[in-house]
């Protein structure tokens, strides 16, 4: 079955760095664009960033450009998020995501934290 595991989430410093990873299982990884989204307490889960099955495509959500970067490596059948220059608005769960047809897959979530 589909599994999608993130990691590497934790607290960090305002103006710190994470990095945040998804590892994939059950599917053909290198076929599928993948995204990463996050929420926030109260909030609505929004996207952060997603990449295209071979990678050479990206795109970001405005509140993240020049500060996150997603990447993967489908021999590892696994999808990153550099988080660098982190504030205190980057404080959410994240989310790997996968739409394979027309089903939709998230992961668990990890937790980012950002003190001031």
């Known amino acids: 079955q589909v599994q999608l595991v993130e990691s590497g989430g934790g607290l960090v410093q305002a103006g710190g760095s994470l990095r945040l990873s998804c590892a994939a299982s059950g599917f053909t990884f290198s076929s599928y664009y993948m995204r990463w989204y996050r929420q926030a307490p109260g909030k609505e889960r929004e996207f952060v960033a997603l990449i295209g099955s071979a990678g050479g495509s990206t795109n970001y959500a405005e509140s993240v450009k020049g500060r996150f970067t997603i990447s993967r490596d489908n021999a590892k059948n696994t999808v990153y998020l550099q988080m660098n220059s982190l504030k205190a608005d980057d404080a959410a769960v994240y989310y790997c995501?996968?739409?394979?047809?027309?089903?939709?897959?998230w992961g668990q979530g990890t937790q980012v934290t950002v003190s001031s």
């Open positions: 995501y996968a739409l394979l047809g027309t089903r939709a897959y």
